[in-house]
């Protein structure tokens, strides 16, 4: 995002309102409006309805209401149907404005069980308008049940390895503590480019639970959207709503190294009318691991209420806890200082503390308030307040000498976050003449504050700790009993943004436009602000500017070809860099800017049975605020001493494939593949023509679910798949190479009524791999094989 000058910002505000106020009127066409119900009178979402014989087409929205313009008087024949149930036809008439509403034959229920697949799927908490992902001019990637249950999955890396371009580069203590994502050459920023129904959470414990239906991937910048963010994508996790029917589900999951993982899911209605309906899910899993002295375990539990106040208002509430416990794994440092050096070490091998754990806990509550204003135009409040404490206590190393001797570090403390975020949206439609204008108009405001104890640094608690012959339990280590900071970092963030998506020809053509307007400030306030030192930074604004450019081509309905040109920014503050060696010689810091430019194809493909993404993209980051440690190659040789420098540009380019559906209706594929070159073009700190840390250069994934249709073997399933990730340097300065890896995944389900078991195995063929985040020198061992089975049943 490169600042706008003001008479730029005049001439992009002009066009973006122009479209709306330039329309001639078409008297001699029509409207056709109604509302599409399920066999127990519940609206029916998401489902496709179109004039037969023309191109004429839409689907419902949430609510179930469809609504089709331009059309020449006459009769015609309207058919309802989707994925997995008989279509429903009816004959209406077109005059000028004309009504048609439908009845299913599927209840509620029954439409629930109906898979919508590939581009045919809408997303609205993370792009806030509800449409076909074949609409939106950007590249979003959808993992939902279908791929959990098929995977057996229990945590985001096995997920998001199905996504192109998004890569797992490690974690912060190991095992269950929280984990890394490099999305096309970028890594993701902690504290902002993680969502929960598009509101913003701490990347500080494991994201995914039970209560999750789906996870999100909008690839790229966003901050038309989100206001600061990194440019690689966000990841938003959208939860499971309250359901108008009896449901209840309860699931065991044990498998290799001490996993026992019992879940429970329950919704249904509460009153007679049904207007007020709840969910719960809980979760509880504890696991030892194949890395010697490791074990974690963790709670989940999440209650949800939706009160439909009447037909047009609606209310949801949910709450989340999470806690976990998990120990502190360093990870392996290599008796030779070289990758090749691991070798010589157990992969197994623990280097670390059994007594130092990483721990975390979340409460959160959100709240969607949505009133439908009319047919075609709707207001929604979305609101959080969440509070987190994490307890990070663990040891970095240092480089083994020639007997393999470390020096081990620890650092400790506590700290707490606490979170607001207000939003309001304004979403409809309007025709004017020939153009639909699907427009989005909102504010959001967002502000957190965090206090940490003021912890004594990393302390030194022995130097004689051998790699080959580990002994623990006999350092002394400490607790961090320190006060609290007496300060506390804010940030506040205030939005304002406009879209207006111009559809013609049937929806043949579309043109996107979008603005948002960004107020941000972040310091430290202190208690007493005479306790503020003379030499500590001010408080840093901004007032960036996000921009957004779409268009879109759709020669056949199931086909669409488009580009986007959007931008975002991440603002930096001197606060971020306290204890940096030069932290007093920082002065301001402007905020890093990135652009990128996109373009690619969508296809709906066997009958809309498969969808398809064929992406290329071209990202530049410029004034980039970072770190570099005073000794590169063992950072704890200079006590971990570190400079913050800004400036420099960084470049990443590539080529994305994503496909997901039914091949045929027994055959269910997801695969991925990514070609994307991340480099170093200009930095003060680091050799230009360097790849990019945590980027690898390619990467693939294919999945392949099989319901054997034979009916003697009627429920049973076979799963497969090929998961490829090329080498990549964990820093920027290009070290050392972590080496590539593939894996295998199979799995075989059954079913049999309200009774479901599926056993899988991760990591078939044993292969032995490692990540590399933050030092040059030190790996995290990744999972060997596990065997992994569940047990469900509905009730």
Not at 248 to 253: D, G, I, N, S, V
Not at 318 to 335: A, I, R
Not at 342 to 358: F, K
Not at 620 to 649: C, H, M
Request: hydrophobic share 35%; aromatic share 12%; glycine share 8%.
């Amino acid at each position: 995002m490169r600042l706008l000058t003001a008479q730029r910002l005049v001439l992009f505000s002009l066009l973006l309102l122009l479209p709306t106020f330039l329309w001639a009127a078409d008297p001699g066409r029509g409207v056709l409006s109604g509302t599409v119900r399920t066999a127990d009178g519940q609206p029916a979402p998401f489902v496709s309805v179109a004039l037969k014989g023309t191109a004429v087409g839409t689907t419902t929205d949430e609510r179930g209401f469809y609504r089709l313009a331009g059309l020449a008087p006459g009769t015609y024949t309207l058919v309802v149907q989707g994925l997995g149930y008989d279509a429903t036809e009816q004959q209406v008439e077109i005059n000028d404005q004309a009504t048609a509403d439908v009845a299913l034959a599927q209840t509620t229920r029954e439409l629930s069980e109906v898979q919508v697949l590939g581009q045919k799927r809408r997303t609205a908490s993370a792009t806030r308008t509800v449409q076909e992902l074949i609409d939106i001019p950007m590249s979003i990637q959808v993992i939902g049940q279908d791929v959990v249950q098929q995977q057996n999955a229990f945590d985001l890396a096995t997920l998001t390895r199905n996504i192109s371009g998004v890569n797992l580069t490690g974690t912060y203590a190991g095992q269950d503590s929280y984990q890394f994502f490099n999305a096309r050459g970028f890594n993701l920023n902690n504290s902002q480019n993680y969502r929960r129904n598009g509101l913003m959470v701490w990347n500080m414990g494991a994201h995914f639970n039970d209560n999750i239906e789906s996870v999100e991937f909008l690839k790229g910048p966003a901050a038309i959207l989100f206001g600061d963010v990194a440019p690689g994508g966000v990841m938003n996790f959208v939860t499971k709503k309250p359901l108008n029917y009896d449901y209840r589900r309860l699931e065991l999951k044990v498998g290799e190294y001490g996993l026992v993982r019992p879940t429970l899911d329950l919704s249904g209605p509460i009153n007679e009318k049904g207007s007020l309906l709840y969910r719960v899910n809980t979760t509880y899993q504890q696991s030892n691991s194949f890395r010697d002295q490791v074990r974690s375990n963790a709670v989940m539990f999440a209650p949800s209420l939706t009160w439909n106040v009447t037909p047009r208002l609606s209310w949801n509430v949910e709450y989340t806890l999470k806690k976990t416990e998990s120990s502190d794994d360093p990870g392996l440092v290599s008796p030779t200082g070289t990758f090749e050096g691991l070798r010589q070490l157990p992969h197994s091998r623990y280097l670390g503390e059994p007594r130092m754990q990483y721990g975390f806990t979340d409460q959160a509550v959100y709240s969607t308030l949505t009133y439908q204003l009319s047919d075609t135009w709707r207001v929604r409040n979305l609101s959080s307040y969440g509070y987190t404490t994490r307890s990070p206590y663990g040891l970095s190393l240092s480089q083994p000498d020639e007997v393999g001797n470390i020096s081990r570090y620890e650092y400790n403390s506590n700290q707490w976050f606490d979170t607001r975020t207000v939003a309001l949206d304004l979403t409809g439609t309007v025709q004017t003449g020939p153009v639909k204008h699907t427009l989005l108009f909102g504010a959001d405001y967002f502000d957190t504050n965090s206090r940490f104890t003021e912890s004594a640094g990393y302390n030194l608690i022995d130097s004689t700790f051998n790699v080959f012959n580990p002994r623990y339990n006999q350092a002394c280590i400490s607790f961090d009993n320190s006060t609290y900071s007496p300060f506390r970092f804010f940030y506040e963030r205030v939005g304002v943004y406009a879209q207006d998506q111009l559809s013609v020809l049937n929806d043949k053509v579309q043109v996107l436009l979008g603005l948002r307007l960004n107020r941000t400030r972040q310091g430290n306030k202190y208690d007493n602000p005479a306790d503020r030192p003379t030499n500590v930074n001010p408080i840093a604004t901004a007032r960036p500017i996000s921009p957004r450019i779409g268009l879109v081509y759709k020669p056949m309905p199931w086909l669409s070809a488009f580009a986007s040109y959007t931008n975002s920014y991440e603002v930096n503050a001197p606060a971020d860099y306290v204890g940096a060696v030069n932290e007093n010689a920082i002065g301001n810091l402007e905020p890093t800017v990135a652009t990128q430019y996109e373009a690619g194809v969508k296809a709906n493909l066997l009958r809309e049975r498969l969808g398809a993404t064929l992406t290329a993209f071209h990202i530049e980051k410029n004034n980039i605020t970072g770190t570099y440690y005073e000794n590169r190659l063992d950072p704890a040789a200079a006590d971990f001493r570190y400079f913050v420098y800004s400036g420099g540009q960084h470049r990443s380019r590539g080529l994305e494939l994503d496909v997901n559906g039914r091949v045929t209706p027994e055959l269910a594929l997801t695969a991925s593949a990514s070609l994307i070159d991340a480099r170093i073009v200009d930095d003060p700190a680091y050799t230009a023509g360097n790849r990019l840390a945590g980027a690898p250069r390619t990467g693939f994934s294919v999945w392949a679910d099989y319901q054997v249709p034979l009916r003697t073997l009627k429920g049973l399933t076979l799963g497969y798949g090929v998961f490829n990730r090329a080498g990549y340097y964990g820093t920027n300065e290009n070290l050392y190479r972590t080496r590539g890896y593939t894996t295998q995944d199979a799995a075989v389900g059954y079913a049999y009524k309200q009774f479901s078991t599926r056993l899988s195995v991760t990591n078939l063929t044993d292969r032995r791999y490692f990540l590399q985040n933050f030092s040059p020198t030190t790996w995290e061992p990744q999972w060997v094989r596990r065997a992994v089975l569940s047990l469900a049943v509905k009730f």
